[in-house]
């Protein structure tokens, strides 16, 4: 059974920096591109970042550009978001996502992890 666990959410004030964690088991994902995606409350989940299978090519959203870095060790089959300038608009719920490898599309996905940022 495939499964990604996300880790490392918190409480945290604004201007801190919080890195977050996807383990995942059951599957090597390798071959698979991984991202994470957010959905803050009352609105629809939304794009982050995506890292490629190999970790060589990173697209960001706009609003995390600069601040966020997304990363993965394919040998520990994890990805990671480290996350600094936190803003208060960054609270939410975040959901590591991976690939099959075919297509276009994010197919797994964990049950988030929530961080919210206080002002």
């Known amino acids: 059974q495939v499964q990604l666990v996300e880790s490392g959410g918190g409480l945290v004030q604004a201007g801190d920096s919080l890195r977050l964690s996807c383990a995942a088991s059951g599957r090597t994902f390798g071959s698979s591109a991984m991202g994470w995606f957010r959905q803050a409350p009352g609105k629809e989940r939304e794009f982050v970042a995506v890292i490629s299978d190999s970790g060589g090519s990173t697209i960001y959203a706009d609003f995390v550009k600069g601040r966020f870095t997304i990363s993965r060790d394919n040998a520990k089959n994890t990805v990671c978001l480290q996350m600094t300038s936190l803003k208060p608009e960054d609270t939410a719920v975040y959901y590591c996502?991976?690939?099959?490898?075919?297509?276009?599309?994010?197919?797994?996905w964990g049950i988030g992890t929530l961080v919210t940022v206080s002002s």
């Open positions: 996502a991976a690939g099959s490898g075919e297509g276009d599309t994010m197919d797994y």
